[in-house]
């Protein structure tokens, strides 16, 4: 590391010239990539003890051990040039870009007769990209819009002009089908297609309108020479044109070419939405985020976006529109800050998108933290109950009846540590016909897995029992049978000490009564048995309801049938008027009801 007066030193013998400059470690690591209009009062700037500096610059200070040097002709070049340099190195002290994503492009390739299609990798090899879209549909509408207006090929031969001279290629299906006019075979010539693929360009540039001036010319010059056919065809292109172009967002048909940046600081970072504007409608939209490493200013970090935004969608637009003045002197082009009028509206729209996307991050943020908060706690249950794998889904079980009457057992589901009440089941009891819980339990459990296996569906990590040794074993019967006693990890939980007992083990395991991992089971257990008294009250209320219908003379099978589906329990029959009761059986039904209950 060098002390400061080397450093002094090194920066007083750096040229009066623009450019940028880098900071490197001891082990020549690059720390910071930085611009100025002239590099040796920008860098001898650190080296002055100032005392206003902050903490994290003092700390980068301390760690330089060297610093580099680009001269470049003017600032322009430095500001992309640092852009650049950035991305390439991702220095620790610099501004991070977040936008990890893999955004889709329009390829024209670089050959004779080029294809056009999609790609998420640039390939330097003299092809034109157009993008990057942030909108696949956008994506798919282009292409769409293309393939629609011009037959292009979608081969791959080498379509030189020896190769095509020599018939080495053979007309394909997408000829046949009017999806290509052959070039292979020299059927359509190469001045014809690229005249096709220059006015793709203009459709990707936004230049929709210069297009259909051109197609409109064409159509007048066909038509005239009596080529009626190939002007319907023109004229078709023109249709599908305008339509694509009134589904752009239209801004104001005077605003031509401009770029639109607007900032939201949020805490340690920024939020930077770019639109581009071009022949009046909106043709691209991008958010990114920005994290602030130097407690950069929001001039710095503007300037950064703009710098990066313009070089990664290929901008010439001569004007842009920021929120506030940032120091961006660019030959030919003018930055506006607006204060009134469409290029306000504009500002203000860039400025709700940047708004929904700290929305947007904010829930992802949320819902990144209670995940972790998921797995921690599914971690802690796997250690607490001495399990191979984390159990992301828990299954528990629990039966009811009272002294035998109607007996109904249900499972609660549980994935990723929560309710999901969409996958929950109650089951009637089918095989047991006395009082006998553990028999109720061996019968539910069978059936729940013997389906499970069938419909070849997921099977749980960890089975729940609510009970103790006996409705474990009864439980344990049932996998055995389905030879999944080794598959799935079972516990029973007995209700007075929250004893927990398992197949392994012929003593309880007890869990810190605060501790996470006993709240999980007895939520999975109060879900269980919540579950099973409903259905057990509905069942038995049903059954009250049907014996007390078929008291009253004169009320059918099928109509106390009809009465149970419709009203569920007896209290609402009672408080039925003539009307409700009428909905559901005839009038001289409802008339004996009512009068039954009424009188009574």
């Known amino acids: 590391m060098m002390n400061t007066d080397e450093l002094k030193y090194s920066s007083s013998i750096i040229p009066d010239l623009p450019g940028v400059y880098l900071f490197s470690d001891n082990s020549g690591k690059i720390l910071y990539i930085g611009k100025a209009k002239n590099l040796r009062k920008r860098v001898s700037s650190y080296f002055q003890g100032k005392k206003n500096q902050n903490n994290k610059i003092n700390i980068l200070l301390k760690k330089i051990a060297k610093i580099n040097h680009f001269v470049v002709e003017n600032e322009t070049d430095a500001l992309l040039l640092e852009n650049n340099l950035i991305k390439k190195h991702q220095p620790k002290y610099n501004i991070l870009l977040k936008d990890d994503k893999t955004y889709p492009w329009i390829c024209i390739k670089n ?39 011009y037959q292009l090929r979608t081969c791959n031969y080498h379509l ?41 360009k203009e459709i990707l540039k936004g230049n929709t309108r210069q297009v259909v001036d051109i197609l409109k010319r064409r159509m007048l010059e066909l038509s005239t020479n009596l080529r009626f056919e190939e002007a319907d065809y023109t004229k078709q292109k023109i249709v599908l044109l ?24 949020d805490r340690g970072s920024a939020i930077v939405n770019f639109i581009k504007i071009s022949n009046g409608a909106i043709i691209q939209s991008h958010t990114i985020e920005l994290i602030r490493k130097l407690e950069e200013s929001k001039n710095e970090l503007l300037l950064f976006a703009v710098i990066d935004l313009r070089n990664r969608f290929n901008s010439n637009a001569k004007e842009i529109i920021v929120p506030f003045k940032i ?8 930055v506006t800050v ?11 729209l860039s400025s709700r998108n940047a708004g929904f996307h700290k929305i947007e991050k904010e829930k992802r943020e949320s819902a990144l ?74 019968e539910v459990v069978f059936r729940r897995y013997h389906r499970l296996l069938e419909e070849k569906k997921g099977l749980p990590q960890l089975i729940v029992i609510d ?4 409705q474990l074993n009864a439980a344990l019967n049932s996998l ?35 501790s996470s991992s006993l709240k999980i089971i007895q939520h999975l257990r109060n879900e269980a048995h919540r579950f099973a008294i409903n259905f057990h009250r509905n069942k038995r209320e049903k059954s009250l309801l049907k014996t007390e219908l078929e008291q009253i003379p004169g009320v059918g099978q099928i109509s106390v049938d009809k009465l149970i589906k419709h009203f569920q329990i007896l209290e609402n029959v009672i408080s039925a008027n003539m009307d409700e009761l009428n909905e559901v059986v005839d009038k001289r039904k409802a008339a004996i009801i009512w009068e039954y209950y009424h009188k009574k």
């Open 111 to 149: 050959e004779s007769f080029p294809r056009i299609f999609l790609t998420r990798k640039i390939v330097k090899d003299g092809s034109e990209y157009f993008g990057p879209y942030t909108s696949m549909h956008m994506v798919k509408t282009l292409l769409e819009l293309i393939r629609q207006s």
């Open 160 to 200: 030189t002009e020896k190769n095509i001279h020599d018939a080495r290629f053979k007309l394909c299906l997408e000829y046949h089908i009017g999806n290509c006019k052959g070039p292979c075979e020299g059927i359509q010539s190469e001045w014809e297609y690229n005249e096709s693929v220059l006015q793709i």
């Open 242 to 265: 305008n339509k694509f172009k009134s589904k752009s967002t239209i801004v104001n048909t005077k605003i031509d070419n401009l770029d639109v940046f607007s900032f939201l600081d």
């Open 327 to 334: 120091d961006l002197n660019i030959k030919n082009i003018k």
């Open 338 to 348: 607006p204060q009134k009028g469409d290029k306000l509206k504009l500002l203000q």
């Open 369 to 442: 933290s209670a995940r972790k908060q998921e797995n921690r706690l599914l971690n802690q249950l796997k250690e607490d109950l001495r399990l191979k794998e984390i159990p992301y889904h828990i299954e528990c079980f629990d039966n009811s009846n009272v002294q035998g009457k109607f007996p109904v057992a249900a499972c609660a589901v549980f994935i990723n540590g929560k309710a999901k009440k969409s996958e929950y089941r109650y089951y009637n009891i089918k095989t047991v016909d006395k009082p006998n819980d553990f028999a109720s339990m061996e």
């Open 467 to 470: 009970g103790g040794k006996g």
């Open 480 to 514: 055995g049978k389905l030879n999944l006693n080794q598959t799935i990890n079972v516990i029973a939980v007995a209700k007075k000490l929250e004893k927990i007992f398992s197949k392994n083990d012929p003593l309880p395991l007890f869990i810190n009564k605060n």
